[in-house]
């Protein structure tokens, strides 16, 4: 499985943009790329995931880089709530698994 | 819906006694995942189930470890005899599709709140 790399953690303002960079440089050409984030104390929730072009949905966005090596997700107006661990996760085809790497913490101040 | 439902939500039990942990997926979904998380190791997967049926039980850390479905609405993982160090939360998981196939990686894969395990 390829190796992705996140800064352990990240501080954001509230009302403020976060952008949460994933490196995954090994990443194959079909593998579709998910975040996930898990809150204090519950279960990780899925977030967003695309293959190549950029991705929009209620929560956030997702910027992936032309040549697929790296992503960005990105919160428009961070809130209290969104403090959490965020987990990115390239997907393999070829018997692959949901694999949680260390992620990145983010902290919002008010 | 009500989501993936994991009992119990807490559990506390001494050394070499027996632990099951109890999981109801998503109804209609078909794809069942048991994940360990730990301060030390983060988030494990253990086994995956499709249809039923175990597919990978390459997580499963060792024989005093074992889960099973006996039908789409219920799953077990159970632990004999337990270990303090077996303590940790258990995170069951669903998805609507054999979601490691080619073309359904994109699924999304829904998290129950989690079975907290303390061994003492």
């Known amino acids: 499985d390829a190796k992705t790399t996140q800064p352990n953690s990240m501080e954001s303002n509230e009302e403020e943009p976060v952008h949460l960079p994933c490196n995954h440089s090994?990443?194959?050409?079909?593998?579709?790329i998910h975040w996930y984030r898990q809150l204090p104390s519950q279960g990780p929730e899925y977030v967003i995931h695309?293959?190549?072009s950029n991705v929009n949905n209620r929560m956030a966005s997702l910027a992936i880089a032309e040549d697929r090596k790296s992503s960005t997700l990105i919160l428009h107006r961070a809130t209290l709530r969104d403090a959490a661990v965020y987990y990115c996760?390239?997907?393999?085809?070829?018997?692959?698994?949901?694999?949680f790497g260390q992620g990145t913490e983010l902290s919002v101040k008010p | 819906d009500a989501g993936v439902i994991q009992s119990p939500r807490h559990e506390v039990t001494e050394m070499g006694q027996e632990v099951t942990l109890r999981c109801k997926p998503i109804s209609g979904h078909n794809s069942l995942f048991w994940y360990r998380q730990t301060m030390m190791r983060g988030l494990e997967l253990l086994i995956y189930?499709?249809?039923?049926?175990?597919?990978?039980d390459s997580g499963m850390p060792e024989d005093r470890f074992s889960a099973k479905m006996p039908n789409a609405s219920f799953s077990t993982l159970k632990i004999q005899p337990s270990e303090p160090r077996d303590s940790a939360v258990y995170f069951c998981?669903?998805?609507?599709?054999?979601?490691?196939?080619?073309?359904?990686?994109?699924?999304?894969?829904?998290f129950g709140e989690g079975s907290w395990l303390t061994v003492v």
């Open positions: 996760i390239p997907i393999y085809n070829q018997g692959g698994k949901l694999i």
């Open positions: 695309g293959l190549t």
């Open positions: 090994t990443i194959s050409g079909t593998d579709y």
């Open positions: 189930f499709n249809n039923n049926v175990p597919i990978d």
């Open positions: 998981a669903s998805s609507l599709a054999f979601f490691f196939m080619e073309g359904a990686s994109g699924n999304t894969i829904y």
